[in-house]
């Protein structure tokens, strides 16, 4: 199917994708349509093995070779020249290209089996909140994919951290599954970006992004979010919170924040579908992982409240 230009979603590490040929310009061009994406969203490309990555692109810079090294096949996303083998719609028109490498079996055989690198964005509609389970896949894009591989529930359930660390000054472009914290340990200080709407650097920082069909409101802490009520469902971290809601979604009783973060977009996903009138949802710590799920709700927030 990827041989002859079709569209084939598959399971990450991260989230599901939705992938193409990247070497072939029209099967590329499917995807921004089957996401009803704008063209100035570059993909990322995802290969099967850190060993693929120089005879692709070249001789990488030591910060970039170092966190290959270090933490491939895994939830990070990496900045490198564009090869001339990569049509340029895969990267929006930029010289560079956004390239990782799965920490998912059943990815990693397929980009195998391929013989071709995969472009793959997440497996959902633009804007949208992205798929952690097939069955979201299949919901969310239906006849406009041509296969779903179905791996189970993705285990870190949130999008790979995006870093440009071709310069002197490595940048966070997107607050990701592999915490800054990770990053620095191998290659010093980190800059994090703040997303910016006007300039789609990474489009995943859009401000208004992640969203659910629902209206999502983010309230300061559990004590601010009100008594409930019949039309509102509650997005908590760990503890349930007080009065009658009409649904409740716990990231994770422990207070775990890798659980919370696996669980964030599924939750998100059920939230959507019983029907409620609004979501309210309240930050978890801001420190590790938590920074890249209160980036999630900061943007689907923003859908709905442009002032935030
Ligand atoms: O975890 C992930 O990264 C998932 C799985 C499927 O690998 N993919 C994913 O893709 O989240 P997508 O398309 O939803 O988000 C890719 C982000 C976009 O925000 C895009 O703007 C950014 O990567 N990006 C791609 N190429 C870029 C480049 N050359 N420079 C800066 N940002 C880039
Ligand atoms: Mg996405």
Same mark, same amino acid.
């Given at each position: 199917m990827l041989r002859t230009g079709g569209l084939v979603a598959f399971p990450t590490e991260t989230v599901y994708g939705l992938g193409a040929n990247a070497l072939d310009a029209r099967a590329a061009a499917r995807i921004f349509e089957a996401k009803q994406r704008p063209s100035f969203d570059p993909l990322i490309t995802h290969l099967a093995d850190a060993a693929d990555l120089e005879p692709l692109v070249g001789a990488v810079g030591p910060a970039v070779a170092a966190l290959a090294a270090r933490f491939w096949p895994g939830p990070l996303t990496l900045i490198v020249d564009r090869p001339d083998e990569i049509p340029p719609i895969v990267t929006s028109g930029l010289d560079s290209m956004a390239v990782r490498v799965p920490d998912h079996e059943h990815a990693r055989r397929l980009i195998a089996a391929a013989g071709v690198p995969l472009a793959a964005p997440s497996a959902n509609r633009f804007g949208q909140l992205s798929p952690t389970r097939a069955e979201h896949v299949v919901r969310g894009l239906g006849a406009a994919v041509d296969v779903v591989l179905d791996g189970g529930p993705s285990r870190c359930g949130i999008e790979s951290t995006i870093v440009d660390a071709r310069g002197d000054h490595p940048v966070v472009l997107r607050l990701g599954a592999l915490p800054v914290e990770e990053l620095e340990k191998v290659i010093g200080p980190v800059t994090v970006r703040p *997303?910016?709407? *006007?300039? &789609? /650097? @990474?489009?995943? =920082?859009?401000? @208004?992004?992640?969203? !659910? #069909? =629902? !209206?999502? #409101? $983010? /309230?300061s802490s559990a004590e601010s979010a009100g008594a409930g009520g019949p039309g509102r469902?509650? $997005?908590?971290? #760990?503890? #349930? &919170?007080? *009065?009658?809601? @009409?649904? /409740? +979604? /716990?990231?994770?009783?422990? *207070?775990?924040? =890798? +659980?919370? @973060?696996a669980r964030l977009f599924d939750a998100l996903h059920r939230l959507d579908a019983v029907g409620v009138a609004e979501i309210v949802a309240e930050p978890v710590p801001d420190t590790g992982l938590g920074r890249a799920v209160n980036d999630r709700l900061r943007r689907a927030a923003a859908t709905w409240d442009p002032a935030i």
């Open positions: *997303g910016s709407s *006007g300039q &789609p /650097v @990474a489009p995943g =920082t859009l401000a @208004a992004h992640y969203a !659910p #069909r =629902t !209206p999502l #409101r $983010l /309230v469902g509650y $997005l908590a971290f #760990r503890d #349930r &919170p007080a *009065g009658d809601w @009409a649904a /409740v +979604e /716990v990231l994770s009783g422990s *207070g775990d924040l =890798t +659980e919370a @973060a």
